[in-house]
């Protein structure tokens, strides 16, 4: 069973800096692409950065600039830099892992709360 576990959540002021944690219980090569996730309340749930295998990365809109995916790949590490946060980047940030062959399949943190304050 594959397992991916988060650290580095917490409570930031505006403007304020967080570096986020997922360490993966087997290879990232085992998957198409690793990415972040996050979900405020009342809304759903929607990919803040991602990492293909091959190191190709994409970022929503919103914190394109301020936020950086990146991996360590002998340690199965995948990080979050999120840099000048505001507070509408308060949310539950989940790590995913995602497999499309042979079959399609979803793995998922527990999730970590980042708050903002301002």
């Known amino acids: 069973q594959v397992q991916l576990v988060e650290s580095g959540g917490g409570l930031v002021q505006a403007g304020g800096s967080l570096r986020l944690s997922c360490a993966a219980s087997?290879?990232?090569?085992?998957?198409?692409?690793m990415g972040w996730y996050r979900q405020a309340p009342g809304k759903q749930r929607e990919l803040a950065a991602s990492?293909?295998?091959?190191?190709?990365?994409n970022y929503e809109d919103s914190v394109k600039g301020r936020f950086t995916i990146s991996r360590d790949n002998a340690k199965n590490l995948v990080y979050l830099q999120m840099n000048d946060l505001k507070p509408e980047d308060t949310a539950v940030y989940f790590c995913?892992?995602?497999?499309?062959?042979?079959?399609?399949?979803?793995?998922w943190g527990q999730g970590t709360q980042v708050t903002v304050s301002s």
């Open positions: 990492i293909t295998s091959s190191g190709s990365t």
């Open positions: 087997v290879s990232m090569f085992s998957f198409n692409a």
């Open positions: 995913n892992a995602r497999k499309v062959w042979p079959s399609e399949y979803n793995y």
